[in-house]
């Protein structure tokens, strides 16, 4: 058994046992109190736009059904007959007005009711010996949307989602609303990594540093212009609520220079004036930060970035939104979707998605060199030796914990919460402090 | 298999010329050629000699590997609208290319032992002699460092060969992976089909 005392300590002084990586004992842990507990993305709204929708997502094991019913509300239910526990959908996606058991054919609305029993009054005594009344799929212990994003939680008494995001939701603007008619989501592409779920929530956190070496590669071939070494330290990293991220340095030049600069059209640029709070566009605007990767506990991340994707000095940029979706504590499911803003124009659509394949997802230019790192670490984390080691996640902070870069003043960073300037693994920290409270918390 | 460049957001470019008839002979001169050239290519994968890879691919070339999903039987599609996992023209493949040719492309360095075994190739006549279309399956066996599982990526593959000018050989100009796969089992395609 772990000292798990002694583990959560280590952990909060930013000196992670490696072991955390790839533990069945912590895995199991993660599953009651993490995954238990915690709000998961599940999908977007926009991915069941019409009535009978429905798309087939999972926290873990449990499958849900994630249907728009006739009456234009969107619910999530278990995907498990009353009866005998048959799947009543066995597809990912589609659009139905019923799901019917293929076991014994119990059939259910798409907003969860039961309406069929076979043999009805013969075996069961009609509705006076079973009444269907008041029967449904189980629903999702809680669910809660924002920008129309679909979360769950498996505990009834999850406090609502835009306190558990808290102020992070001020950074899940920039991704999710970039207009009023919000985004839409394609995909996702899903692939399975031998991978622990952590590794690429606290990359996308705050891991800054890792670009100019992990990313070299496409800088050489011209993907890219922004990760340089010195570019990248320019940057900040903020953390706010129960998320952070990181930002680049934009150059000098008003908003909407700064705007055209990462490749968005004057279209774009208009309504984004008009969506966005004065503080959110000063982050921009005023201060020269643009968001790139983030992370909300658990496992949800988010990136933004602006590559060349034809042979010119164009940028277009991009923005995919994914789940690392624990299977076991050394493999991790990832679902990557590709999103863009609803109103922008067709042709800023179409080569948007072309930059998020060239740099994200399955086929991601990107997204290769850094699994491979995180395949790597996870494989030596499961052996013996990992349990004397403490990873140095202290980046930031001085031998007697004082910080090595001051926060932000508001004056220089308009956005909720505290942001630094430079390398640091202060969103790391946040995320494994996080991590440590829940797994502490019932222990 | 129906033509995918024509629903993708990316393919407007592509050469939409389909197959007319059966499968021709496997004594046909035709298939015989097709068959060679997808036999070359594949070793030319295997051994992930890009460069030379590149020059078989038309300047209009549409390489396109949909996202796979589960539907019901009936729904009509089995692909995810709107997304794929390649959807590439000419440059981004040359990107891709150009990557694994530097020195930090570290996904593959060590570089994965990889090996394509194609079969079930048919060939088919166009209505225009320049162009054949080919079907094939492909069954892609990766392997990298010394304690990681393997992985196994099958597809099916629909290519359209155009002649090459002056009639000496073939280049691809359109080729659409269906992989047997919704979720993959490796840990990324940094690879060719």
């Keep these: ?443 | 298999m129906s033509a995918h460049s024509a629903p993708s957001r990316l393919g407007g470019h592509a050469s939409p010329i389909q197959r007319s008839g059966g499968s021709l002979p496997f004594s046909d001169e035709r298939h015989l050629q097709a068959h060679r050239w997808l036999v070359d290519e594949a070793y030319l994968l295997d051994a992930q000699r890009y460069d030379a890879w590149l020059e078989l691919l038309t300047a209009d070339i549409h390489y396109l590997m949909p996202v796979r999903v589960t539907t019901a039987l009936g729904a009509g599609y089995d692909c995810a609208p709107g997304m794929a996992h390649f959807d590439e023209d000419k440059y981004s493949l040359s990107r891709r290319a150009a990557r694994f040719c530097t020195q930090h492309a570290w996904t593959e360095d060590p570089p994965s032992r990889l090996r394509h075994h194609l079969t079930n190739v048919r060939t088919f006549a166009t209505a225009d002699p320049d162009h054949l279309v080919v079907d094939s399956g492909v069954l892609l066996y990766r392997s990298r460092g010394d304690v990681r599982e393997p992985a196994l990526i099958s597809a099916g593959r629909e290519d359209l060969l155009r002649r090459m000018p002056g009639g000496t050989g073939w280049l691809l100009a359109r080729r659409t992976i269906l992989v047997d796969d919704a979720v993959l089992r490796t840990q990324n395609l940094a690879i060719f089909l």
């Design chain 1, 1 to 443: 058994m772990t000292d798990q005392a002694r583990l959560f300590s280590e952990v909060r002084r930013g000196m992670i046992p490696a072991h955390i990586y790839n533990d069945e004992e912590i895995f199991r842990l993660e599953r009651e109190q993490v995954f238990g507990r915690a709000w998961v993305f599940v999908g977007h709204e926009s991915e069941v736009p019409q009535p009978g929708d429905y798309v087939v997502r999972r926290v873990l094991a449990d499958s849900f059904i994630v249907a728009r019913g006739e009456d234009g509300r969107v619910r999530a239910l278990f995907n498990m007959c009353l009866h005998r526990g048959m799947q009543v959908c066995r597809a990912e996606m589609g659009n139905a007005s019923h799901f019917r058991c293929p076991y014994h054919g119990w059939s259910y609305r798409n907003d969860g009711r039961l309406v069929g029993l076979p043999f009805h009054r013969d075996a069961y005594g009609g509705e006076a010996g079973f009444p269907r009344k008041g029967q449904t799929l189980l629903p999702a212990p809680s669910l809660d949307t924002y920008n129309g994003l679909i979360f769950l939680s498996l505990d009834p008494d999850a406090p609502p989602l835009h306190d558990y995001l808290g102020d992070f939701a001020f950074y899940l603007d920039y991704y999710t609303r970039q207009s009023p008619g919000g985004i839409e989501l394609r995909g996702p592409q899903r692939w399975r990594i031998r991978a622990n779920w952590k590794i690429g929530a606290e990359n996308f956190a705050g891991d800054m540093y890792h670009t100019p070496q992990t990313h070299t590669s496409v800088v050489e071939i011209g993907l890219f212009r922004e990760p340089k070494a010195e570019k990248r330290k320019d940057g900040a990293t903020y953390w706010a609520g129960n998320g952070g991220g990181t930002t680049y340095k934009l150059p000098p030049g008003t908003l909407e220079e700064r705007l055209r600069y990462v490749g968005y059209p004057d279209v774009m640029i208009e309504t984004m004036k008009q969506t966005w709070s004065t503080a959110q566009l000063d982050v921009v605007g005023r201060d020269g930060f643009m968001v790139s990767a983030a992370s909300v506990f658990p496992n949800l991340s988010l990136v933004h970035n602006w590559p060349r994707v034809a042979d010119s000095e164009e940028v277009l940029p991009f923005i995919s939104i994914r789940t690392w979706q624990p299977i076991g504590p050394d493999e991790t499911e990832v679902l990557s979707w590709f999103a863009v803003d609803a109103q922008a124009p067709e042709r800023f659509k179409a080569l948007s998605y072309k930059a998020y394949l060239m740099c994200f997802g399955s086929t991601g230019m990107f997204e290769q060199d850094d699994v491979e790192n995180w395949v790597s670490l996870t494989s030596t984390a499961g052996g013996a030796m990992a349990r004397r080691l403490l990873l140095n996640s202290r980046m930031g902070l001085l031998e007697d914990d004082t910080e090595v870069v001051a926060p932000l003043p508001r004056e220089r960073f308009a956005g909720p919460g505290v942001a630094r300037v430079g390398y640091g693994e202060y969103n790391q920290r946040h995320l494994l402090e996080r991590w440590a409270d829940h797994l502490e918390a019932r222990a």
